[in-house]
């Protein structure tokens, strides 16, 4: 069965956000969907959007690969991104990276034997201020990462806790200002 | 303190205006936004301004792009044709993917009817109907909370059609990116929203004549876009009464690093670093050596007076062989190596290239991040310095768009400041700095 | 027409005109890798890059002048890629400044930076772009020297990390192969495929450094893929058929015409030793440009396999190599007292014009109803008016009743320019512009400018804003239709073509100012149908563009080999037969008492049926001239692989005569030529710019009309070439398409093996089953023979039973 089969409506919904003879702009929303669901797009989902979008699986294959978020490989449940960028490198983002794949054994690529963790280096999340940054999945970033928070993290996930019900001990050391003061 | 223009936070006269809610609960709600003067703007603009009024407006502001290249808005906008009978787009670019930039997030997240407000003056001016916001894929939260802002502004008729009984239509879409820094850069943008690769395209055709789906187009960042509410809210004199000659108004400076209170702040264009640095993100946690003044693709500058007193304009950092870029400051400590710093800067440009042209794929993501690998490794040769000064030479504005310049700046700064460090990296075979583990 | 300066050469140039054409216009290089004639300029590899000056006009509209009162020149603060820079008025370019000489010598370090620099075994070698470049703009003394034991030397590079390494030997198709290492990112590949003929099957994969080319559509489509390797700056896509067969240099290169189809592109034939090894484009900028198909390119395995050296007689049944003087005593023998009108003289399809010639002057002198050439339909196609090619890309609405990308592929890629809207561009000096900056990538199709009509479902369906599928053996309705709807009257019905789709066609058609229609073989087989377009074209005013399934028809028909009675090459008839390059039908041969072929190569029906064959040569070979389907007259030039003692058909047809004891027309070559231009006045001495020739002619039309259900589908790949494994595994087994309710009623089950047989041969074809087909439809490829006819057919499924 094709993935996009019982998804009429969303795809309805997505081809509303383009002109309607720009149909194949609506490829990074199709990709995404399927990196979502299910952790990677594989051949067979490049063809299929392609189909749907009226192009050649080349070109939906020219366009995945452009981005770093669409993976071709499959991911673990929990797809762990380690902003590598100068300011998380500065804040020990190196530290994190080494600790994640000591505590996982897995490298890039790699997904761990019971499924749940990879890993991946990622470019500056746009939190630098709030150095060193991960983000699982696409939620909303983990900041101001240390050894303890990286544990509790990977403990939490483990024990099956959503994300935002997990509690990251201790906070930045420092002060953190967003708000025009 | 009171007199001539506002160039510091300090002046009694400025007001916070872009992050004015950032931060406050609820903030991201349009019952929140109505409350503290919301849409107002819009109304005003849509009911008594012509587009040509509102150019003229942001044209008098002297707003210049907040995106990186400082283009006057205003002249950017009046570029679009008139009358053309064709759908014009605006574009909002939240990409934000330069390292030590984070402004644009905020706004997003935690004002997002802001931006949709800009959007709306935005395309009124340039008689677009129809606009997106292209938001980095990684922001998350800022997706989420502007999704459900323009939902709530279309179903109670902030957004669609007929706004503010003008008879002006506007729709809003976003469209997430999916990890590629390129994507900022405005046409590249457009390819990658039209769902193509995002490569950058050729100039001219220029957005304003042939743009996103071959149809005119302006694109502006979010912090211009969102500058503009105001402008059209407290009038052109009032922002130009902020910074100097040529750079106007307020302006979202970040700082990151080992500051005590490292992120964004809104103060007058021209603010001193030492202000920004010292009184506002209350000085360092540690010795600092370097600045990187406007994010990650500007010079760094030495920490030191002669940098600290430098009003962060376009103008003053020119002058001093930099950029204001983004406004991030970025703080270097003493105990950071800066080859490494660079390497990872150079690095991070080479993973980003968009591999169109020559010099940038093979020149920046090639060779110049192993050279600078090599010489962080300890494995330099003498001869590399110059070596690497000749690539620079073949690469800087040699290339299809400007993201290998950004790769070639940060080095050439580097090399200016410190070279003293390059340079010992290649006669002692090794990083001369002690590298403990961050972590103890 | 701005005037601008080059160097020290002052020019002018049209309107629009990129500054890299403006170089060469004046003279000057400028290295470029990226550019390509008929592609979007993209300003990618940075090669091109010059010193460009430019004056500016104040505030009062006047040029800021300098003390001496001249214009003055403002310096653009970089240097400037030449391919995307406009030419202005008064600019100044600067190509042999320093600053250019190193940034030349710069980019082509960074080009060379990951190349293998494997040229010793690369099939590019000799005729590389990067080559050629490097060596005139690389290794730059000034820059790029080392000192090594005292040995001063110019480097090529200062790289001196490990190479990216990547896939090598990445097949592409059986005609192509990839190597991903050579390739240099310049993207013509990939623009080829999305700008030409449309089909996106080739991109890059990944990005920055990273990035290689890459296509999930493997094997690639055949049908246009060749191109890629013409236009390859470097050897990073090759032509398989010529994988490693010679060193460019060792080439023989012959610029000729291909006879594979009525377009006449420019080929070159590259042979070596007597083998013809490689074809390519050769640039004809009012033809196919700088583009050939991939049965043009690939599709010629058969000419150098198998070849007949001698001739053959049947003794005992068998034939046996004989000498040519026997050949001639039994020639004679055999001939002593015939009858004039019993003669047969056929001709192939891929005939020259002077073999027309003298054919036709031998059956006129001989008096024999027995004439012809194969697959001459049954209208002729000289009746109708010809336009020229590029005519086509002035039109505003273009009708097509065919399938153009198989029966004339170089025509479907001027259509795909006319969808882009795309004008024929300026001629510089140099020649076509490398980077004509009126191209864009991605440029929009406009397809409200296009109908297409076939009775299956063409390339060219998915570009037209209206497109209809009829079933066969309904193209006379539908012109009837379509024709009725334009001059006012009410139309009969079209199956499968609804009524206000034609009226959509003809709404367009009278609303354009200038209209194109476009037929195939299948028209041209419905007399009546062609009948109407003829009459329509004179009628409404239209440009006629008709795509014979016989590559010389037009030419052929001219000089006299037109035969309205009965089908020369196809009825039975002639007593004593001479056909010259191809095996007539069995049928034909059967009825014969004296069966004489001149062939290049045997096939079984020739084996069994031939009493006597010759060897000849291929279109390859030959010298002489073709009209082609806009009345060109093209020039054929011999490539020295024929067998020595192959002939061609003016020899073929004197060595006949002389055995019936009669003169020819011609003995050889030159003398036909004469003949033929005494008597028809071709323009051969003109420049093939504007050499048409283009008789008013009113042919009758030949009775009969098809009667079968299989209809035979042109396509660009000719039965011969078959004869190469490698066009058989790209092709696969010929397809038999039917609707699945057709297939349902015949019990043919989809992905069935079945044998097809009809009188063009048989054909072990797989079942497809196509519902865009209309109900009752059956289609098999024609692979040259009887393209756009329906014939009578019989199946027969393995199993043994008759379907
Ligand atoms: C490589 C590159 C990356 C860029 N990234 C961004 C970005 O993330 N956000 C942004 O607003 N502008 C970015 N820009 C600048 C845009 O191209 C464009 O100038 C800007 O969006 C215009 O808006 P403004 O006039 O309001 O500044 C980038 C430019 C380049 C060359
Ligand atoms: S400089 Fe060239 S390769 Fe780099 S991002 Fe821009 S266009 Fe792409
Ligand atoms: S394969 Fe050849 S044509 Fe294609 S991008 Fe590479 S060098 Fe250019
Ligand atoms: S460097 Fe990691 S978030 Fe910016
Ligand atoms: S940049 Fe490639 S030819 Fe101009």
């Not at chain 3, 003394?141 to 990216?164: A, D, H, I």
Request: net charge negative.
């Amino acid at each position: 069965m094709g993935f996009f089969d019982d998804k009429q409506d969303w795809l309805e919904i997505v081809f509303r956000n383009y002109p309607p003879e720009n149909r194949r702009a609506a490829v990074m929303p199709l990709l995404r969907k399927v990196q979502q669901e299910e952790g990677h797009v594989s051949p067979e989902r490049i063809r299929e959007i392609a189909e749907i979008l009226g192009t050649t699986a080349t070109e939906v294959r020219g366009v995945m690969s452009f981005y770093s978020y669409y993976q071709a490989v499959p991911t673990g449940k929990y797809h762990l991104q380690v902003c590598a960028t100068l300011s998380c490198k500065l804040a020990g983002a190196e530290e994190l990276w080494d600790t994640l794949r000591a505590e996982l054994g897995v490298g890039p690529g790699e997904v761990t034997p019971d499924g749940l963790f990879s890993i991946q280096k990622v470019e500056c999340l746009g939190s630098c201020h709030t150095a060193p940054v991960v983000q699982v999945n696409d939620e909303p970033y983990l900041e101001c990462m240390n050894r303890e928070r990286l544990r509790a993290l990977l403990e939490g996930l483990r024990a099956g806790k959503p994300l935002e019900e997990i509690e990251l001990p201790g906070d930045c050391g420092h002060e953190v200002r967003k708000e025009g003061a | 303190m009171s007199e001539g223009f506002i160039v510091s936070g300090h002046d009694p006269r400025f007001e916070r205006t872009l992050y004015a809610h950032v931060g406050r609960p609820d903030a991201h709600t349009l019952d929140y936004y109505l409350g503290h003067g919301g849409y107002e703007a819009a109304r005003k603009a849509l009911a008594s301004m012509t587009p040509d009024e509102v150019i003229e407006e942001v044209k008098r502001s002297g707003l210049r792009g907040r995106g990186g290249a400082g283009f006057p808005t205003g002249l950017k906008w009046s570029f679009m044709p008139k009358d053309d009978g064709q759908q014009h787009y605006i574009i909002m670019n939240a990409d934000e993917s330069e390292p030590g930039s984070f402004k644009d997030r905020y706004i997003l997240e935690d004002d997002p009817h802001q931006a949709i407000e800009g959007m709306i003056l935005a395309g009124y001016a340039i008689r677009a109907t129809k606009g997106y916001i292209y938001i980095r894929g990684e922001y998350r939260r800022a997706y989420d909370r502007l999704v459900a802002a323009i939902e709530e502004a279309y179903a109670r008729g902030y957004l669609g059609k007929n706004l503010f009984g003008s008879g002006f239509d506007f729709d809003l879409y976003v469209h997430r990116g999916a990890g590629a820094y390129i994507c900022g850069e405005e046409t590249a943008l457009m390819n990658s929203l039209e769902g193509l690769r995002a490569n950058p395209r050729l100039k001219p055709p220029f957005p304003a004549q042939k743009g996103l789906f071959g149809k005119p187009t302006t694109i502006n960042n979010v912090e211009t876009i969102a500058s503009v509410v105001h402008i059209v809210a407290r009038g052109s004199d009032w922002f130009a009464q902020m910074g100097y000659d040529k750079s106007k108004g307020m302006k979202l400076y970040q700082v990151s690093g080992p500051a005590v209170r490292p992120g964004v702040y809104e103060l007058p264009m021209g603010t001193t670093f030492r202000e920004l640095i010292y009184d506002w993100a209350g000085g360092v946690r540690e010795p600092i050596k370097a600045l990187i003044p406007g994010g990650s693709s500007t010079p760094m500058l030495p920490f030191n007076d002669d940098t600290l007193d430098t009003p962060m304009d376009y103008e003053h950092l020119a002058e001093k062989g930099s950029m204001l870029g983004t406004g991030g400051v970025i703080l270097i400590p003493e105990r950071a190596c800066v080859v490494d710093v660079i390497w990872n800067l150079v690095r991070f440009y080479g993973h980003e290239s968009c591999g169109k042209c020559t010099p940038c794929r093979e020149g920046v993501a090639g060779w110049l991040v192993k050279l600078l690998g090599q010489i962080e490794r300890g494995r330099g040769k003498p001869g590399d310095l110059e070596l690497i000064e000749d690539l620079l030479d073949n690469i800087e504005g040699k290339s299809f768009c400007p993201l290998a310049d950004a790769a070639v700046w940060p080095v050439r700064g580097a090399l200016r400041h410190f070279r003293h460090e390059f340079e010992r990296h290649i006669e002692e075979g090794r990083c001369p700095l002690e590298k403990k583990g961050f972590w103890g | 027409m701005p005037k601008l300066r080059i160097n020290d050469r002052e020019i002018e140039v049209p309107e629009g005109t990129s500054v890299l054409d403006a170089i060469f216009h004046a003279g000057y290089d400028v290295p470029y890798f990226c550019s390509e004639r008929h592609l979007s300029p993209i300003g990618a590899c940075r090669m091109c890059l010059v010193k460009v000056g430019a004056p500016r006009k104040g505030k009062d509209g006047d040029w800021i002048r300098d003390e001496a009162g001249n214009p003055q020149i403002f310096w653009f603060p970089k240097l400037m890629a030449a391919c995307t820079t406009r030419a202005t008025e008064g600019m100044v370019v600067d190509t042999l400044a320093d600053e250019v000489r190193k940034a030349q010598a710069g980019m082509v370090e960074f080009h060379l930076e990951n190349h293998p620099l494997d040229c010793p075994t690369c099939d590019k070698g000799g005729a590389c772009e990067l080559q050629d470049r490097s060596y005139e703009y690389g290794l730059f003394e000034k820059y790029y020297t080392q000192t090594q034991n005292g040995l001063k030397t110019v480097l090529y590079s200062r790289f001196e990390f490990t190479k990216r390494h990547a896939d090598k030997h990445h097949k592409l198709s059986e005609f192509v192969v990839l190597d991903r290492e050579r390739c240099i990112h310049c993207k013509r590949c990939v623009r080829y495929f999305e700008e030409i003929p449309g089909e996106e099957v080739l991109d890059f994969i990944e990005r920055g450094n990273h990035t290689f080319i890459g296509s999930e559509e493997i094997p690639l489509p055949a049908g246009f893929s060749g191109n890629i390797t013409d236009i390859c700056p470097v050897g990073a896509l090759l032509d398989l058929t010529a994988r490693f067969r010679a060193r460019n240099w060792e080439f023989e290169k012959t610029p000729t015409v291909d006879m594979n189809d009525a377009f006449g592109a420019a080929i070159w034939v590259d042979s070596r030793s007597g083998r013809i090894e490689r074809i390519r484009a050769r640039e004809h900028p009012e033809t196919n440009q700088i583009w050939i198909s991939d049965a043009a390119r690939f599709g010629h395995g058969w000419a150098s396999r198998d070849r007949l050296t001698e001739p053959l007689l049947r003794k005992d049944g068998e034939l046996v190599p004989v000498s040519l003087a026997e050949a001639e005593a039994f020639l004679a023998e055999r001939l002593s007292g015939a009858k004039g009108e019993e003669v047969g003289l056929l001709l192939a399809a891929d005939a020259t014009l002077e073999e027309g010639y003298a054919f036709a002057e031998a059956a006129r002198a001989l008096k024999t109803p027995h004439f012809g050439f194969e697959n001459a339909t049954r209208y002729p196609v000289a009746n109708l008016p010809a336009a020229r090619y590029e005519e086509l890309l002035e039109a505003e609405f273009a009708l097509v009743i065919g399938d153009p990308a198989e029966e004339m592929p170089n025509l479907y890629l001027r259509l795909q320019e006319f969808l882009k809207g795309v004008t024929p561009a300026p001629r510089y000096y140099h020649g076509t512009p490398i980077a004509d900056l009126r191209l864009e990538e991605h440029m929009p199709r406009r397809r409200e400018r296009l109908a297409v009509f076939a009775p299956y479902p063409t390339r060219l369906h998915r570009f037209a804003g209206v497109a209809g599928v009829y079933p066969p053996g309904s193209v006379g309705a539908l012109v009837g239709a379509l024709f009725a709807i334009l001059n006012g009257k009410r139309p009969e019905p079209v199956p499968g073509v609804p009524e206000a789709e034609l009226r959509r066609v003809a709404e367009r058609f009278l609303a354009a100012k200038t209209r194109a229609v476009v037929v195939g073989a299948e028209v041209l087989e419905a007399p009546a149908a062609a009948q109407a377009v003829a009459d329509l074209a004179r009628a409404k005013g239209a440009l006629v563009f008709a795509m014979p399934p016989a590559a010389g028809a037009r030419g052929l028909e001219a000089v006299g080999l037109w035969n309205p009675k009965g089908r020369g090459w196809e009825e039975p008839g002639a007593g004593l037969l001479l056909a010259f390059g191809a095996t007539p039908p069995e049928r034909v041969l059967a009825a014969a008492r004296l069966r004489v072929l001149a062939l290049s190569h045997l096939d079984p029906r020739a084996r069994a049926q031939a009493d006597l064959v010759l060897p000849a040569k291929t279109f390859y070979e030959k010298r002489g001239y073709t009209v082609n389907a806009e009345g060109r007259v093209l020039e054929l030039r011999p490539a020295p692989t024929a067998p020595l003692g192959a002939m061609d058909g003016i020899e073929a047809l004197a060595f006949w005569l002389r055995g019936m004891g009669r003169k020819p027309p011609a003995g050889h070559y030159r003398e036909a030529r004469e003949r033929l231009h005494e008597r028809h006045k071709l323009p051969l001495d003109l420049p093939e710019e504007v050499a048409f020739w283009r008789p008013k002619l009113r042919l009758a039309a030949r009775p009969g009309e098809d009667k079968g259900e299989l209809f035979l589908a042109p396509t660009m790949w000719r039965a011969r070439m078959l004869a190469d494994p490698r066009v058989r595994a790209a092709l696969g087994p010929p397809r038999l398409r039917a609707h699945p309710e057709t297939a349902r009623r015949l019990g043919l089950d989809p992905g069935a093996t079945v044998e097809v047989e009809t009188g063009y041969g048989r054909w072990e074809a797989r079942v497809e089953l196509d519902p865009a087909l209309a109900e009752g439809a059956l289609v098999l490829p024609a692979w040259g023979r009887g393209a756009g006819r329906r014939v009578a057919y019989r199946l027969r499924v393995p199993a043994g039973g008759e379907a």
